[in-house]
């Protein structure tokens, strides 16, 4: 069974298997999670994401897909890039959300990553609504068999992790 952790502070900064990424289509960096892991994780993430956009994903990487670089600087293996969706009120998109998990999970067992540690995907400028976000990361965590030995939920904020934590009662 795959034991859940919660931490609030930098992913970054995270020592494990497997580091995902908040990324977006183009997978070649951007703000907030995507920025951080690229500037502190060097120049190596951002050329393996070139090849993949040079090769199998010209159009980007769909959004509830994900797909693995090496980490470079990073104190881990690998960086897993997941497209979370903007979040909309008028249209269902948490499916799109828990296959962000799913697929990274996925991504995971094929590196054979035991540690994985997750932000709060979509959370931030894509505007899903914090509680809501928890619900769908820590269901979906618990509901996909995975070889993954511990997720760890790296929460910004204090309002992340007290969303997180409850989700986890």
């Avoid at 619900?135 to 997720?151: F, K, Q, W």
Wanted: hydrophobic letters at 40%; glycine letters at 8%.
């Amino acid at each position: 069974m795959t034991r859940i952790t919660l931490v609030q502070g930098d992913i970054t900064r995270q020592s494990a298997d497997a580091i995902v990424n908040a990324a977006n289509s183009s997978l070649l960096g951007g703000g907030g999670v995507d920025g951080a892991i690229h500037r502190r994780g060097g120049p190596a993430i951002l050329q393996e994401c070139r090849a993949l956009r040079a090769s199998r994903y010209g159009k980007g990487l769909p959004t509830g897909q994900a797909v693995a670089t090496t980490a470079g600087e990073l104190d881990a293996c690998w960086v897993i890039h997941t497209v979370g969706p903007v979040y909309s009120q008028s249209e269902d998109r948490s499916a799109l959300l828990a296959s962000c998990y799913r697929e990274s999970l996925k991504a995971a067992d094929e590196l054979g990553a035991r540690t994985v540690a997750f932000p709060a995907v979509s959370t931030g400028v894509y505007r899903w609504p914090m509680q809501d976000a928890a619900r769908i990361a820590v269901d979906t965590v618990r509901n996909t068999p995975t070889s993954v030995e511990e997720v760890r939920f790296v929460l910004f904020d204090e309002r992340a992790y007290d969303a997180f934590a409850t989700q986890l009662r």
